[in-house]
Nanobody, 129 residues
Framework: QVQLVESGGGSVQSGGSLRLSCAAS???????????MGWFRQAPGKEREEVAS???????AYSASVQGRFTISHDSAKHELYLQMSSLKPEDTDMYYC????????????????????WGQGTQVTVST
């Protein structure tokens, strides 16, 4: 059973920064020539939003709402995923989840597109004014 464990969430004032981490285990990374890892967020009653994704080639994709403020990175040796969040806004308040896909693809525009299969339990981020 693939396990994804997020950490690093918390409460911060508007304009502040947080760094989320996601540790992946029981996923046979060596079995796949390419895969994706990504961050999603969702608040109760709202649709889940794909925040950022990265694949094994280093291709990244960001939602328009976080572009320029958030940076996704991946330590392939440690099997860890990170999300550096800066210039946080109250509307960034959400539960953040990491996910992993066994494949990676690109849409017709060349944007990274991944079909996620495994999910973590989430870490809460709260941004106050």
């Amino acid at each position: 059973q693939v396990q994804l464990v997020e950490s690093g969430g918390g409460s911060v004032q508007s304009g502040g920064s947080l760094r989320l981490s996601c540790a992946a285990s029981k996923f046979d990374f060596g079995m796949y020539s390419t895969y994706c890892m990504g961050w999603f967020r969702q608040a109760p009653g709202k649709e889940r939003e794909e925040v950022a994704s990265i694949d094994t080639y280093g291709a990244t994709a960001y939602s328009a709402s976080v572009q320029g403020r958030f940076t996704i990175s991946h330590d392939s040796a440690k099997h860890e995923l990170y999300l550096q969040m800066s210039s946080l806004k109250p509307e960034d308040t959400d539960m953040y989840y990491c996910a992993i896909s066994r494949t990676s693809d690109y849409d017709p525009t060349g944007r990274l597109s991944c079909q996620y299969e495994y999910w973590g339990q989430g870490t809460q981020v709260t941004v106050s004014t």
